[in-house]
């Protein structure tokens, strides 16, 4: 082991040869062609042989041949790393906070099947309107309307920028200067002072409150519709639950209502989802499938939140309804890009190939606890006994976030830790102030390390920043 870990050691290259080698690498141009910048340059190479030096410390897990043949990519990628992304304002961020859909830290990661896919769109042209059968002008919408289509059970999909995108263009279609009735208890605000009400004033919406906030029946809504009222609309209560002495009107039932006046009835589903969380144990929630199935005109829902997609407003339902959104003006402003439409579909047909638990919001939420235990172990007994923080591991839980299931706590194991000198408010500011901002939470007087939301090669950078506590 000794042995083999030399030899590793010994195959890493001198500084002077890795700058060298680098004047072959169009991407080190830059860097190479400023004077000003050989000295961070040079600074970077250093610090990251030595993270090389001690990830061949800390263990061998392939052979020497794969080692030595991953070694120049590897310290190239790392090198980019290291000289681009602290200079960008967008960085990494490491969430050991455990909430998956964190809203601070950009909510659903993508999957990398959809985030190559991404790639290749952005460097590459596409045939993002152009029908390749007929060589004419084509439609954005078609590359993920079939996907949706198949994967909902609706006759006609679309997507814009974002769900709040989506229910105000359903507004502004079919509501503008009309009443809209929406029961009292489901008048959202979703977070970031977005408000329901509010959106349907955008949207040139009349807002005609029916009901209490616990208890809003079908002859509520009947009784407010009049010559005035262009939409029933539902709004998924996603962030919060009203429990206990609760009535609400279900889709299904408010479809017959709409049928019995000539209108039609939507629903904003905020995250929904192909799942209906039961396998994971969650309390049931109605998927977007069982949602369209109600027979409602349009539904909507976000592409980044418990979809596991880019941002983005989805919006399914019946083709005359989307086909007069389309029509709509303000969907070219509302209108989606290319890269997030990439995203989505890389995504989708992801879900399409029965690969959906495999996207990370999915893979995140349903870890067995023996795995975050053994996180939890590894950030332990990589801190060992000589730092400035002492760590014990604990049971806990953590969050779906992005407004989903809100009463779930999923139990977790985490790494707890604590200052042996300074206080937690302090180390909780030095984790995040690092060369990689890691998020963390303060439970009491410990730092709370959530191994559900960490990723490859997180933990070997938390105790790296550790390590230089006090
Ligand atoms: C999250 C949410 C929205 C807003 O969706 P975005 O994609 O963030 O614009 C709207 N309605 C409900 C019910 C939500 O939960």
Redesign the pocket.
Known sequence: MEEEKQRRLRALPAVHEVLLRLEGEAEFSPFLANKRDLPRLTNCVRQVLQKARENVNRNISNSFEDYEFALWPWLKSELIQALILPETSLRRVINATGVVLHTNCGRALLAPEAAHFVAVQAERYSNLELNIETGERGSRYVHVEQLLCELTGAEAAMVVN??????LLMMNTFALGKDVVVSRGEL?E??GS?R?PE?LKAGGAKLIEVGSTNKTWYKDYEAAISSETALLLK?????YRVEGFTHAVSGAELVELGEKYGIPVME????GSFFDGTSLGFPLEPTIQQTVKAGLALVSF????LLGGP???IIVGKRNFIERLRANQLTRALRIDKLTLAALEGTLRMYQNGDGESIPVWRMLSYSLDRLKIAAEELKSALGSNTAVSAEIKEDVSQVG???WPTVNLPTWVCALRPKQGSVVELEKFLRLGPVAILTRIQKDRILIDGRTLLDGDIAEIVQRLKEWK
């Open positions: 974002n769900n709040a995108a989506a229910v959202v979703v977070g977005f329901i959106v709004v998924h209560t996603s962030n904003d589903l905020g995250s976000s592409g980044d939140k941002q983005a407003g992005g407004g989903a």
